[in-house]
T-cell receptor, first 114, second 113 residues
Framework: AQKVTQAQTEISVVEKEDVTLDCVYE???????LFWYKQPPSGELVFLIR??????QNEISGRYSWNFQKSTSSFNFTITASQVVDSAVYFC???????????FGSGTQLTVLP | GAGVSQSPSNKVTEKGKDVELRCDPI?????LYWYRQSLGQGLEFLIY????????KSGLPSDRFSAERTGGSVSTLTIQRTQQEDSAVYLC???????????FGPGTRLTVT
């Protein structure tokens, strides 16, 4: 069975601060995929990133960066210079194909204050 | 291109009635998933379709829930004899294949009164 833990239920920061969202996962499979999704107040889940278990390279996309560490089973997400538009619920998820359904964490509500 | 679409966006039904929720996946996506999101349970997997293979129904909470996918495209999730605990947002997602990222629709908010 797979499990994803997002220990931070809510985080509040002031605009331009950096913020890191934590994600810890559990699986016995050696091949798996990790994801981050954003759910803004509008409600639609927006895909942010997918990483496979064999690729531990960190990734940067604009103000977003991801730190994947198999040794600690963590896949953390950092937003640099946060903006009000970053306010949303962020979900970390894990899939093990087949069949590949997502196991989600409970989400972290990020509020960025102006 | 067009994303995943779902209809209706909102559905209010009386306890005991049957409901049908529809999902149109992204064209060309072979994998289709249904999830539901509720305050108490978070995001839960319900059912998965891959091409013409038999669906993976391992996440369906009871035999009142069923789903089909016609022609490898549109999918319908049916809930029979709805109960109040079925109230949730039902989300559909599709992906190129089971290993790829899933793209979600806007969801159907179901309220059982």
């Amino acid at each position: 069975a797979q499990k994803v833990t997002q220990a931070q239920t809510e985080i509040s920061v002031v605009e331009k601060e950096d913020v890191t969202l934590d994600c810890v996962y559990e699986t016995r499979d050696t091949t798996y995929y990790l994801f981050w999704y954003k759910q803004p107040p509008s409600g639609e889940l927006v895909f942010l990133i997918r990483r496979n278990s064999f690729d531990e390279q960190n990734e940067i996309s604009g103000r977003y960066s991801w730190n994947f560490q198999k040794s600690t089973s963590s896949f953390n997400f950092t937003i640099t210079a946060s903006q009000v538009v970053d306010s949303a619920v962020y979900f970390c998820a894990l899939s093990v194909p087949p069949p590949g359904q997502l196991t989600f964490g409970s989400g972290t509500q990020l509020t960025v204050l102006p | 291109g067009a994303g995943v679409s779902q209809s209706p966006s909102n559905k209010v039904t009386e306890k005991g009635k049957d409901v049908e929720l529809r999902c149109d996946p992204i064209s060309g996506h072979t994998a289709l998933y249904w999830y539901r999101q509720s305050l108490g349970q978070g995001l839960e997997f319900l059912i998965y379709f891959q091409g013409n293979s038999a669906p993976d129904k391992s996440g369906l909470p009871s035999d009142r829930f069923s789903a089909e996918r016609t022609g490898g495209s549109v999918s319908t999730l049916t809930i029979q004899r709805t109960q109040q605990e079925d109230s949730a947002v039902y989300l559909c997602a599709s992906s190129r294949d089971r290993s790829y990222e899933q793209y979600f629709g806007p969801g159907t908010r179901l309220t059982v009164t």
